[in-house]
C-alpha cells in the first residue's frame, strides 16, 4: 500500500461521519430515495406541462415533495429556535396557523365572505396576519418565559382554544377568495414552472441563514438552552431569548399560513394544517437535535421538514391508507430515538471502526 | 492475589478516540485502609474509577475483589455493587425530593412491597450509628450539603460493601463537616472497609490516609505510604517535576504602586441583596487583591453576586471611579468593567455543550451586542488567544466545553473574562475542585494581573491561598461583615478568631 | 409563587373567555339565552310564554367548526329554538363521544325536558339515555343514529347516508360512460356519511366489469389530504376519469390538484367532479360547470324536530320513530340559481 492511499484513508473515517449531527436526516433521506429507486423509479420522473391558467409547471413527485414539504420547513426553523431556547415545543403551530390563515382572508374579504374582488392588497392582509401571529407567539411566549410554564403546557391553551378563535375571527363563516392572484401562493408564479411555496421556504431558510450568521440569535439561544443560569451570569436576558424565539415562531406561523390558505384560496377552521405541529416537532427531531434544547442545527431541521413530506409522499404513492400515516411516522420516531441514544451511536462507530479495520487487513 | 488486599486492579488500559486515558495501571486496596487517589486532571483518576465502577469497559487488564476466585467482570454500575464496590460522586446524585430513608433505600433488592415503617427505623438506626444528623423521614432537600453528602455515604456503605470510593467527597463541605466526615471515614476504617480517597486537598490527605498512589498522563507513577511521602514530593510526583515553593508567589511579583492616592475603583455602601445577606460596605482600590473570607454559607459568594448584579439588589448604592452607577444585572456590572467568575463552574459558568471558542468569546459578545457577531476569524483569533495565554489544554477550540477536565474548564470561563479586559474582576472559587498546578497558575495569574493594575476580589475556601495573595481580607459571619485584616493581621489564627467571634484562644 | 398563581390565573381566563367567544368543545354556551333573556325584558312582553313555561331543551351536537354542513345545522337549530318560539336551550358541543355523554349527563341533572342529540359515536349511550327515560326526559335524536333500543329514544331524524350515495352513484351511471376509473375520496372512516356514501360506490364497482377504483383513500373531510391524495395519482400518471368526494371540501380539494396539473374537469370535461352537502360555493361551482354533481345531505332539522316536541307536548303521540328527510341530488346541467339560493348551506 502506497504512502499517498494511507493518506486518504485516513482522511476518511466513517465514525466522525456517524457522529455529525445532519447524518441522522440524510441517512433518512437517502434510505427512502433507495427505496423508491427500487421499488419504482418512475418516482423520479418530472415532466413539465401547462396548467389551466396555460403557464409551464413542472409536475411528478419530487415536485409534490418540494410543494408540500415547504410549510413544514418553514415551521421547523421556528420550531428549532424555540426547542433550542426553552427546552419545550410549541403544540399551537396548527391551531396559530388557522389564526393566521382566517386573518388573511377576513382582511382579503372585508365584509363579505365572498368578494368579486380582493378587498386588500394580499401584501397588507399577510403583515397583519403576521402581527397576529406574533402576538400570539408572544403570548405563548410570556407564559413560557416570565411565568416560567412548561411550553407544553403554555402553548396547549392556544392549542385548545385558537380554531375557535380563528372561526370567530370570521364570524364562522367560510371565506372564499376567487381571484386567481391570490392562488399564487401556494400554486405557481405565472410563467414559473416551479411552486411557489418552495421558493417562500427557500426565501425563509435565506432570511434565517443571514439572521443566524449577521445576528448572535444562535449563539443566545443555544447559550440559554443549554445552560439558563450561566448565560444569565454572562449578561443575557434568558428570558427575553426565549419569549424571543417564541416571536419569530410566530413569524414562521403567519408565512406557513398565507400558504395553507392560499392552496385553496380558503379556509376550513377544524382541519386547516391539522397535526402540523407533531409534523414541525417530528423535524426538529429528525434533524439530529435534542428535544430538551440547547444546540441546533438548522440546516438539518429544514432537510427534516422535506424529509418527512418524502415520506408522506412516498406513502401516498404506494396507496397507504392516509388514516396510518400517523403509524408509519411513529414508526420513524421510534427509530429516531433510538439511533440517537449513545449506545446506538457507540455501536455504529464500532460496526465503521470494524469495517475500517476489515479493509486495513484486507489491504 | 495479597491476603491482605480487597482489591487489586492489574495492568487496565482504557483508551478513548484520540486518548489513552489508562495505559497499564496498577492499583491495589488493602482492607480497612484508606488510600489517597493522586494525581492532576486528566491524570486518569476519574477513568480509572469509572473503569472500576463499570461506567466504562475496560479495554484490557483483570480486576480481582477479595472473596473472588477470578478475575471479576464489571460490565455496569449495578454489577459493581452486587460485589461490594460502593460509590460517592462529587455531586450528590440523591433524589432532593425524597425523604432520607427512601433515598438509602431506593432502588435496593428488588421487591416491590415495601414496610415503610421498618425502612423509617432501619434508616434511623444506621443514621445514628454513623452519627449523622439527620431524621429518616425528613426530605433530603432539606438538609444541609454535608449532610446530604453523608446520607450518600450512609447509602452506599448500608450496601454491605467492601470498597467504598469517595470522589471529592469535601469539595462543598466546610472545615466543620469535613471532620464530621472523617470520622464516619475512620469509622467505616474500623470496620474492614477499604475506601479509595480522591481529593485534590492535600492537608485532608495528610489527615487522614494511609496510603497514596499517584497516576500521571494515563500512567501509574508509584504507590507510596503516606509517612514516606512529605508533601512537596508529591506535588512533585503529581507534577511530573519539581516546583518551587509556593509560599514564593506573592514576592515574586511587585504589587502595583499607585502613582498618588486616587479614588477606589469600585465602591459599595450599605449594599444589600435578595440571598439573604445584611447591608454591607465594600471598596477596592486599583491594583489591589482582596477577599471575602468566612466559612462556607456565612454569605461571601453573596456579596460579590450582589456587586456584579447577579442576585436582585435590594438597596444601597454602588459607585465605579467615583461615579455613582446603577446594577441591577450582570449586563449593567459587565458595562461598568467588572467581570464576575462564579463558585459553581458547572451550574453558572461552562455553557457544557457549546465550543472553547464560543465559551471564550460569550461575555464579550453579549457586550458587543446582538446585532455585531464577531466573525470566525475574530472569534479564533480570541480564542487561540487564550488558549495560549493561559496554557489551557484542549484538543481545539471547536472542542465542546465540557469534555475538558475541571481546571481547564475554568481557565476558559477565565479566559471569556480577562477577555472583557475588566477593571474589576472577581473571583469566585476559582481553584476548587481544580488541581495543583493549575491552582498555582490562577494564584500566579492574579498577583500578575494586579501587578498590571486590575483590581481583584478572591474568594477560596483555603484560607493559605487566600493569604499568599490577598492583601486585605473581609471576614463575614451569619452573612454579615464582622473585620477587615490586612498587612500584619494576615495570619492564619487571626482570620481563625475573627470568624470565630474575636475572643481567640 | 405569586407568578405561578397569577400565571395560572391568566390562562385560565383565557380559556374561559375564548372558548366563550369561539363556542369550542366541550363548552356549553347559554350565551344566546342569556342575550334573548335581557332583551325580553324590554321589548319582548307579548312574548308567548314566561321563562316558567318555556320547554327546556338541551342540545348536544358536533363542534359547529367541523364543517360547513355542521355550521348550517347548528345555526338552524339556534334559529329554532329560542325564547320565542317557547323554548330554553342550552347548547354543548363536542366530537368527542365521552364528552357528549358527560355533557348529556350535566343536562339530565339540570332537569332539561327534552335531549337533542347528534351523537359522535353510535356507541355507548344505553346507560345515559336509560337514565334519561328515568328522569322524564324524552330523547331525540338528529343527523345521527345510536346503537341503543329505539325505546329509549321519542324520534330520530335522519339523513339515509346510503341513499345519498345511491342516488348519486345512480346518477354518474346514467352518464354512460365507456369506462369509470373513479378516484374515491372518503371521510372518516367509520362515520355514518362515510359508510353510506362508500357502500353504494363499492357495490356498483363489485358489479360492473368497466367500473375501476383509481385509488380509494381517506382524506378525513380534510381538503388538503384530498389535494395530495389526488396529486399523487396525477404524479402516477394513472388515468382517472371521475372524482368521487364524499363531501364539498374533499371535492375542492380534489380540484385544486386538477387545475394545478390542468386537467380539465366539469360538464362535457375530462373528469367529472362530484361532491356531497351542497354548500352554497359547491352549487355555485355546479351552476358554473366547473363541478358536475352535488348530493345533498340535509342539515335542517330543527323544524322537523320542533313537529314532534308540539305533538308530544298536546298529548299526541309520534307515528314514525324513524324520519327520513327529503334530500336531492343536483346536476350541473340542471340546477338553477333558485337551487343554490334555496339548498345552498
Known amino acids: 500500500m502506497s504512502q499517498a492511499r494511507k493518506q486518504v484513508k485516513k482522511k476518511f473515517n466513517p465514525a466522525v461521519l456517524f457522529r455529525k449531527q445532519i447524518f441522522i436526516p440524510i441517512a433518512a433521506l437517502l434510505l427512502l430515495a433507495i427505496f423508491n429507486l427500487i421499488a419504482d423509479p418512475s418516482f423520479y420522473k418530472i415532466t413539465l406541462g401547462y396548467n389551466s391558467a396555460g403557464d409551464p409547471v413542472l409536475s411528478g413527485y419530487l415536485m409534490t415533495i418540494l410543494d408540500y414539504g415547504s410549510e413544514l420547513a418553514i415551521l421547523a426553523i421556528g420550531m428549532t429556535l424555540v426547542t433550542a431556547a426553552s ?107 416551479i411552486p411557489t411555496p418552495f421558493f417562500i421556504a427557500m426565501v425563509c431558510v435565506i432570511i434565517t441563514m443571514l439572521i443566524l450568521k449577521f445576528t448572535n440569535l444562535g449563539l443566545y439561544t443555544q447559550s440559554v438552552g443549554i445552560n439558563e443560569s450561566s448565560s444569565k451570569l454572562n449578561g443575557l436576558d434568558p428570558a427575553f431569548i426565549k419569549f424571543l424565539s417564541f416571536v419569530l415562531l410566530g413569524l414562521c406561523v403567519a408565512v406557513a399560513g398565507l400558504i395553507k390558505v392560499s392552496r385553496l384560496s380558503s379556509i376550513n377552521y377544524s382541519v386547516i394544517a391539522k397535526d402540523i405541529e407533531m409534523d414541525a416537532i417530528l423535524a426538529v427531531a429528525l434533524g439530529g437535535n435534542s428535544l430538551g434544547g440547547g444546540k441546533f442545527n438548522m440546516t438539518a431541521s429544514i432537510l427534516g421538514a422535506y424529509v418527512i413530506q418524502f415520506l408522506t409522499t412516498t406513502l401516498y404513492k404506494f396507496n397507504v391508507q392516509s388514516d396510518a400515516l400517523p403509524a408509519y411516522k411513529a414508526v420513524v420516531v421510534i427509530v429516531l430515538v433510538v439511533l440517537s441514544t449513545p449506545k446506538a451511536r457507540e455501536f455504529m462507530g464500532k460496526i465503521a471502526k470494524s469495517l475500517k479495520g476489515s479493509e486495513r487487513s484486507v489491504a | ?117 421498618k425502612m423509617n427505623a432501619d434508616a434511623d438506626k444506621i443514621l445514628e450509628s454513623l452519627g449523622i444528623p439527620a431524621k429518616s423521614t425528613q426530605q433530603l432537600a432539606s438538609c444541609s450539603l454535608a ?78 505510604e503516606i509517612k514516606d511521602l512529605p508533601r512537596v514530593k508529591l506535588v512533585a ?137 464577531f466573525t470566525k476569524a475574530e472569534q479564533y483569533a480570541f480564542a487561540d488567544e487564550y488558549i495560549k495565554a493561559l496554557s489551557i489544554k484542549t484538543a481545539s477550540a471547536d472542542t465542546p466545553v465540557k469534555s475538558l477536565s475541571g481546571g481547564n474548564q475554568q481557565k476558559v470561563i477565565l479566559a471569556r473574562w480577562l477577555l472583557t479586559h475588566p477593571d474589576y474582576l472577581i473571583l469566585d472559587e476559582p481553584t476548587r475542585g481544580i488541581d495543583v498546578g493549575t491552582k498555582v497558575d490562577i494564584q500566579k495569574l492574579v498577583l500578575k494581573l494586579a501587578s498590571e493594575g486590575m483590581s481583584v476580589t478572591f474568594i477560596s475556601s483555603e484560607t493559605d491561598e487566600m493569604l499568599r495573595t490577598c492583601s486585605r481580607l473581609i471576614v463575614m459571619r451569619d452573612r454579615r461583615v464582622v473585620g477587615e485584616l490586612k498587612e500584619d493581621e494576615l495570619t492564619q489564627n487571626k482570620i481563625m478568631s475573627t470568624i470565630a467571634g474575636g475572643e481567640s484562644k | 409563587m405569586k407568578k405561578k398563581l397569577l400565571a395560572v390565573l391568566m390562562s385560565a381566563v383565557m380559556v374561559m373567555g375564548l372558548t366563550a367567544c369561539g ?21 319582548d312582553a307579548a312574548a308567548p310564554a314566561a321563562s316558567g313555561d318555556l320547554i327546556k331543551v338541551g342540545i348536544i351536537n358536533n363542534d359547529p367548526n367541523e364543517s360547513g354542513y355542521r355550521t348550517a345545522n347548528d345555526k338552524d337549530l339556534k334559529e329554532m329554538f329560542t325564547k320565542e318560539n317557547g323554548y330554553d336551550a342550552s ?47 324524552r330523547v331525540i335524536l338528529f343527523d ?128 367529472i367532479v362530484m361532491g356531497f352537502d351542497c354548500n352554497k360555493w359547491a352549487l355555485e361551482e355546479l351552476l358554473a360547470q366547473n363541478w358536475n354533481y352535488d348530493g345533498q345531505c340535509n342539515p335542517f332539522q330543527a323544524s322537523y324536530i320542533d313537529e314532534i316536541i308540539k305533538t308530544i307536548e298536546s298529548g299526541g303521540t309520534v307515528s314514525e320513530k324513524t324520519i327520513i328527510m327529503d334530500e336531492k341530488g343536483f346536476d350541473a346541467t340542471t340546477i338553477t340559481q333558485d337551487d343554490v339560493d334555496n339548498y345552498g348551506i
Open chain 2, 147 to 224: 449532610v446530604q453528602q453523608m446520607v450518600a455515604i450512609a447509602r452506599a456503605v448500608d450496601m454491605e460493601c467492601k470498597v467504598l470510593i469517595l470522589d471529592e467527597p469535601t469539595s462543598s463541605l466546610d472545615e466543620h463537616e469535613v471532620q464530621k466526615l472523617f470520622g464516619l471515614m475512620r469509622d467505616l476504617k474500623k470496620k474492614g472497609v477499604g475506601i479509595i480517597f480522591v481529593t485534590h486537598f492535600l492537608d485532608q490527605v495528610y489527615e487522614v490516609c494511609d496510603r497514596i498512589t499517584v497516576l500521571r498522563d494515563g500512567q501509574l507513577v508509584g504507590e507510596y
Open chain 3, 91 to 137: 347548547f354543548a358541543y363536542s366530537l368527542k363521544n365521552d364528552e357528549q355523554i358527560t355533557a348529556a349527563q350535566k343536562f339530565i341533572t339540570d332537569g332539561v325536558d327534552y335531549l337533542l342529540l347528534s351523537a359522535a359515536d353510535t356507541a355507548g349511550w344505553d346507560t345515559v339515555l336509560k337514565d334519561a327515560q328515568d328522569a322524564g326526559i
Open chain 1, 87 to 193: 427546552g419545550g415545543q410549541d403544540i399551537s403551530v396548527g391551531a396559530a396557523i388557522a389564526i393566521a390563515g382566517s386573518v388573511i382572508l377576513r382582511v382579503l374579504c372585508g365584509t363579505d365572505s365572498r368578494p368579486d374582488h380582493m378587498q386588500a392588497p394580499v401584501i397588507v392582509a399577510f403583515l397583519i396576519a403576521c402581527v397576529v401571529a406574533m402576538l400570539f407567539g408572544a403570548f405563548n411566549g410570556a407564559l413560557v418565559a416570565y411565568f416560567k410554564i412548561q411550553p407544553m403546557v403554555a402553548t396547549l391553551i392556544l392549542f385548545t382554544a385558537g380554531r375557535s378563535i380563528a372561526a370567530w375571527i370570521n364570524n364562522n363563516e367560510l371565506p372564499i377568495i376567487s381571484d386567481p392572484s391570490f392562488a399564487v401562493y401556494g400554486g405557481f408564479i405565472p410563467g414559473i414552472p
Open chain 3, 144 to 271: 345521527r343514529t345510536i346503537d341503543a333500543p329505539d325505546s329509549l329514544y321519542e324520534a330520530s331524524i335522519v339523513s339515509d347516508m346510503a341513499k345519498e350515495g345511491q342516488t348519486a352513484v345512480d346518477w354518474l351511471a346514467s352518464q354512460n360512460l365507456s369506462e369509470y376509473n373513479v378516484i374515491h375520496i372518503q371521510g372518516v372512516m367509520g362515520s355514518a356519511a362515510q359508510q353510506g356514501r362508500s357502500g353504494a360506490l363499492d357495490s356498483k364497482v363489485a358489479a360492473e366489469s368497466n367500473w375501476n377504483i383509481v385509488t380509494q383513500q381517506t382524506a378525513e373531510w380534510n381538503a388538503e389530504k384530498a389535494q395530495q391524495i389526488v396529486q399523487s395519482v396525477i404524479d402516477a400518471g394513472t388515468p382517472f376519469n371521475v372524482i368521487y368526494a364524499e363531501n364539498d371540501d374533499m371535492a375542492k380539494g380534489a380540484v385544486a390538484a386538477l387545475d394545478k396539473a390542468n386537467i380539465s374537469h366539469g360538464v362535457g370535461k375530462d373528469v
Open chain 3, 23 to 43: 363556542g369550542s368543545a366541550p363548552a356549553e354556551s347559554a350565551a344566546p339565552a342569556d342575550d334573548s333573556a335581557s332583551e325580553a325584558a324590554t321589548d
Open chain 2, 237 to 373: 510526583k503529581m507534577l511530573g517535576k519539581e516546583m518551587d515553593d509556593m509560599s514564593d508567589i506573592k514576592s515574586s511579583e511587585k504589587p502595583y504602586e499607585a502613582k498618588e492616592k486616587t479614588q477606589p475603583v469600585f465602591e459599595a455602601e450599605q449594599l444589600v441583596s435578595d440571598a439573604g445577606i445584611k447591608p454591607f460596605d465594600f471598596h477596592i482600590e486599583k491594583g489591589e487583591v482582596n477577599g471575602f473570607t468566612g466559612l462556607l454559607g456565612s454569605g461571601r459568594s453573596e456579596c460579590v453576586r450582589a456587586i456584579f448584579g447577579a442576585d436582585r439588589v435590594l438597596g444601597g448604592t454602588v459607585k465605579k471611579n467615583g461615579k455613582q452607577i446603577k446594577i441591577n444585572k450582570p449586563i449593567d456590572a459587565m458595562r461598568n468593567g467588572i467581570a464576575y467568575l462564579p463558585e459553581d463552574r458547572k451550574v453558572d459558568g461552562i455553557v457544557g455543550d457549546l465550543s472553547v471558542r464560543e465559551n471564550i468569546i460569550l461575555a464579550l459578545q453579549v457586550m458587543k451586542g446582538f446585532f455585531k457577531p
Open chain 2, 1 to 117: 492475589m495479597q491476603e491482605k488486599s480487597v482489591l487489586e486492579m492489574r495492568k487496565i488500559y482504557k483508551s478513548f478516540p484520540g486518548v489513552k486515558a489508562l495505559q497499564g495501571v496498577d492499583f491495589t486496596l488493602r482492607e480497612g485502609e484508606i488510600h489517597a487517589l493522586m494525581g492532576e486532571n486528566g491524570a486518569g483518576k476519574s477513568t480509572l474509577i469509572k473503569v472500576l465502577t463499570g461506567v466504562y469497559s475496560k479495554d484490557e487488564g483483570d480486576i480481582h475483589i477479595k472473596g473472588h476466585e477470578n478475575a471479576v467482570a464489571i460490565h455496569s454500575p449495578q454489577d459493581a455493587q452486587k460485589i461490594g464496590i460502593s460509590t460517592v460522586y462529587q455531586e450528590i446524585t440523591l433524589c432532593p425530593n425524597l425523604s432520607v430513608a427512601e433515598n438509602m433505600f431506593i432502588g435496593r433488592d428488588g421487591g416491590i412491597m415495601q414496610n415503610w415503617k
